[in-house]
């Protein structure tokens, strides 16, 4: 069954500076999103992203976040300028195929970001 | 803005016995999906069992069944036969099928401990 892969699995930065978050989606799916799930705590929507442009964001998707698809298979998640506080694991999710109904969003294993 | 509220942050369970772990959501619209997802350990999104909300037959997956209460805005989880790989975190989450593409609305969440 066709999956969506995420890298890197765990990634450690030092406060400032800039990571980017790799998805790889399910390849006719249509919708992809990003959620982030602080320790301990519930998982949170960040950003959705549909026909290569940002089609919902939550208030967690400040200017310091940002969005892309750039080579039509990677979808990226970059973070400018990392803050303790935004020390989570990050998880990538795709919807689709239209045929299929649009339900059910299928989540990637997940990257841990440690920002220090 | 839908909520989604579970009041039991731990639950436990004894192997073989049976289990209910609860969900209630607040919403204005009458179209839209129900979700249970288990988070093991490693951190991983596993969709266990959806529920549209159209439907007034509650759905099943082996083991798990859903209690849909559509007029409470209910939406319990049961587990029958509990096993020692049903030990993790269980979240419900809510999606509108309003608006193609939305966002899922998680739960606190309950951590399950199954005791041999």
């Known amino acids: ?116 | 803005a839908q909520t989604v509220t579970q009041s039991q942050p731990e639950m436990s369970v004894q192997e073989a016995e049976t289990v209910t772990l609860s969900c209630t959501y607040d919403t204005s619209e009458s179209d839209y999906y129900l979700f249970w997802y288990k988070q093991p350990p490693s951190r991983q999104m596993i969709l266990v069992i959806r529920q549209e909300a159209y439907k007034q037959q509650n759905a099943t997956e082996n083991r798990f069944s859903v209690n849909f209460q559509k007029a409470a805005k209910s939406f319990s989880l049961k587990i029958s036969d509990s096993q020692l790989g049903d030990a993790a975190m269980y979240f419900c989450a809510y999606r509108s099928e309003e608006t193609s593409g939305s966002r899922l609305t998680f739960g606190e969440g309950t951590q399950l401990t199954v005791n041999p």
């Open chain 1, 1 to 116: 069954e066709p999956e969506v892969t995420q890298t890197p699995s765990h990634q450690v930065t030092q406060m400032g500076q800039e990571v980017i978050l790799r998805c790889v989606p399910i390849s006719n799916h249509l919708y992809f999103y990003w959620y982030r799930q602080i320790l301990g705590q519930k998982v949170e929507f960040l950003v959705s992203f549909y026909n290569n442009e940002i089609s919902e964001k939550s208030e967690i998707f400040d200017d310091q976040f940002s969005v892309e698809r750039p080579d039509g298979s990677n979808f990226t998640l970059k973070i400018r300028s990392t803050k303790l506080e935004d020390s989570a694991m990050y998880f990538c999710a795709t919807l689709g195929p239209r045929d299929r109904g649009l339900i059910e969003q299928y989540f990637g294993p997940g990257t841990r970001l440690t920002v220090t």
